[in-house]
């Protein structure tokens, strides 16, 4: 277990080439966290298994600008210049259908014997637990989101740094913050020895999360920030519901996925490519925009985008 203050000066706590689920947390000797150890939440879906094949990476106005400029992505020149890590940062990108089959799949678990008639009674469950930032188009990091297939993304980014080969997907680290779990996957060519204390990333669904197949299966833990409901199970009826609950505060967990980025690469793509991946969102809070830029309305953003496009061809 570590601490430090990571580049927009909040505490972590870390663990290296580590990805520990909840229960391994709250068996961490001397770990002091107020909502991890909480007892007072209710029963929720607690590991839920998604695979996710997209990935989205949020700037704001300036960095969308150079990003179609560069006709790519790399480091923001205040990280080089800082010599931070050199990560190019890519969240999951977690669909309505991508929850839905989450869903099937997680009752099937529990009543893997079930009727047509109770698969077809069943009412919607996900949906009131799903409520994170893990799960909400909005973003801390800016107004104007890519989104890719991650195969695709993988492939460019093997093409363009690991001489064609394919990158390696290794276990980087587990961080904790007050409310929020984060489990770091680095993604970088092979024979490159920062990441030799790195663990390759599973493939075999045992762990948090992996890559198989062009998707990262990942067992959600923790997917509400905030409770309002409980998890009942009738195994009489093989059914599930879902009961309003007091509030009560939690951590929430997610993935993301960090692609080791020299000085100077760019991980470049087509141009339109870049346009067709290229959507608008609204700024969640806390606000994680580098200044001088400020979040924008969504009609800003729209504006922007459709100036942008049209100036492009």
């Not at 601490?3 to 002091?32: C, I, W």
């Not at 339109?272 to 200044?291: I, T």
């Amino acid at each position: 277990m570590n601490k430090r203050l990571n580049a927009r000066n909040f505490p972590e706590t870390y663990f290296v080439g580590q990805h520990l689920s909840v229960s391994d947390l709250k068996e961490v000797p001397n770990m002091e966290h107020r909502y991890l150890h909480k007892k007072s939440i209710p029963a929720y879906p607690e590991s839920v298994e998604f695979h996710i094949q997209k990935v989205s990476h949020a700037t704001g106005e300036s960095g969308l600008r150079g990003i179609l400029e560069d006709s790519g992505f790399r480091q923001p020149p205040d990280m080089v210049a800082s010599d931070q890590s050199h990560f190019l940062w890519w969240d999951l990108s977690i669909t309505s259908d991508d929850i839905s089959t989450a869903e099937k799949h997680f009752l099937t678990s529990l009543f893997p014997h079930r009727s047509v008639a109770q698969i077809h009674n069943q009412l919607p469950v996900l949906k009131h637990f799903t409520t994170s930032k893990a799960f909400q188009q909005e973003s801390s990091y800016g107004n104007f989101s890519f989104t890719f297939s991650l195969k695709e993304l993988l492939w460019h980014y093997g093409d363009q740094f690991c001489d064609g080969h394919s990158p390696a997907l290794s276990v980087y680290e587990t961080v904790l913050y007050r409310r929020e779990i984060l489990y770091t996957i680095v993604v970088h060519p092979r024979d490159i020895q920062l990441y030799d204390h790195c663990p390759p990333l599973p493939k075999d669904r045992k762990g948090v999360c992996g890559y198989r197949d062009g998707a990262i299966w990942w067992h959600c833990q923790a997917p509400s920030e905030t409770y309002r409901h409980k998890l009942e199970l009738n195994r009489l009826d093989c059914n599930v519901s879902v009961n309003p609950y007091r509030e009560e505060f939690y951590v929430w967990d997610h993935v993301s996925l960090a692609f080791h980025m020299e000085p100077g690469w760019v991980l470049r793509l087509d141009q339109h490519k870049l346009l067709r991946s290229l959507s608008v969102c609204k700024v969640a809070q806390p606000c994680l925009l580098r200044p001088p830029e400020t979040p924008l309305s969504l009609h800003e953003a729209k504006t922007i985008l459709r100036d942008l496009k049209a100036s492009m061809g």
